[in-house]
């Protein structure tokens, strides 16, 4: 790849860029970014990572290989409907939005293209995202591999059908709110029963990261690991009992399912905001 273009500025383009970068991918003058009207913000990436930021379309798509679209989902509709008499035949779209489908890109593209869809976290941002994709049928496997390397450079990447993609945005996409939400609970807990906060909060981290490492290298189900920690009778038992008392589990349950709803009503509701014929937001104010 000779030239990537982002199209928006946000954390989530800053993580991979930083990642495409650090990792010897590609050198910051091979990528360009643009967004609606922050200079400074430009000005910031340019200064940081020695990338290119412009304004001008005919700067930003000449010999590009691929577009990254990472602007907020409710301006997809809008930014493609400006930049879309630039796009080739040869450019691969990739889209970080969530809830934005394929078929509803091309048809605000008005032309068969080649697009994959990427679900990273935001724990992108050290490059320990959980990042699942899905192309249309012009993606080629190069393209594919060129997907794959990019995101690869902020975590682990995964290959998977588009209609599991709301699915992911519930369980993974969101999957970080649910446990800094989970921590929240411990860190309170910890104060209550005598902890200084900033022991609480390390005994807490490096408590999920052994979890999360145990969990990555044994061959036992997480429910094995759980009962080999509850003896009979003992403390982390009686705990249990009281998540189960609560509906802990079936509340996580619903939670990730909602979640997954939501990101499937979103899809909808932009797609048929798409076909409703309204004013496109403009990419430049």
């Known amino acids: 790849m000779k030239k990537l273009v982002f199209f928006g500025a946000g954390s989530m383009a800053e993580a991979l860029m930083s990642g495409i970068i650090e990792n010897g991918l590609l050198k910051g003058s091979q990528i360009w970014v643009t967004n609606r009207n922050n200079q400074k913000k430009l000005k910031q990436l340019e ?23 990472a602007m907020k989902p409710k301006d997809a509709a809008g930014a493609i409907n400006e930049f879309k008499s ?18 509803t890109m091309e048809q605000a593209a008005e032309k068969p293209l080649a697009i994959i869809r990427a679900m990273p976290n935001t724990s992108a941002a050290v490059s320990r995202s959980a990042t699942a994709i899905a192309g249309n049928q012009r993606v080629t496997e190069a393209q594919k591999r060129i997907a794959q390397k990019l995101f690869d450079t902020v975590g682990f990447t ?7 993609l709301d699915a992911v945005t519930g369980l993974s996409g969101s999957g970080p709110a649910y446990i800094y939400y989970l ?3 411990m860190e309170k807990s910890a104060v209550e029963i005598g902890l200084e906060q900033k022991l609480a909060k390390d005994l807490i981290v490096q408590t999920l990261i052994g979890a999360a490492a145990m969990m990555a290298t044994s061959e036992k189900t997480p429910e094995e690991l759980r009962l080999q920690v509850t003896s009979p009778g003992g403390t982390t038992e009686a705990g249990i009992a009281i998540l189960e008392k609560h509906g802990v589990q079936e509340a996580f349950i619903s939670c990730i399912k909602e979640a997954a709803n939501h990101s499937r009503k979103m899809g909808e509701a932009l797609s048929s905001e798409l076909g409703s014929g309204k004013q496109p937001i403009k990419l430049s104010e």
């Open 47 to 69: 200064q940081t990572y020695g990338i290119n930021g412009s304004y001008d379309y005919n700067e930003l798509f000449a010999d590009a290989d691929a577009v990254i679209l």
């Open 86 to 103: 630039f796009l080739r035949d040869d450019i691969l779209l990739i889209s970080v939005l969530a809830g934005v489908s394929l078929e």
């Open 158 to 164: 995964a290959f998977v059908q588009e209609e599991q």
């Open 183 to 185: 921590v929240e609970a």
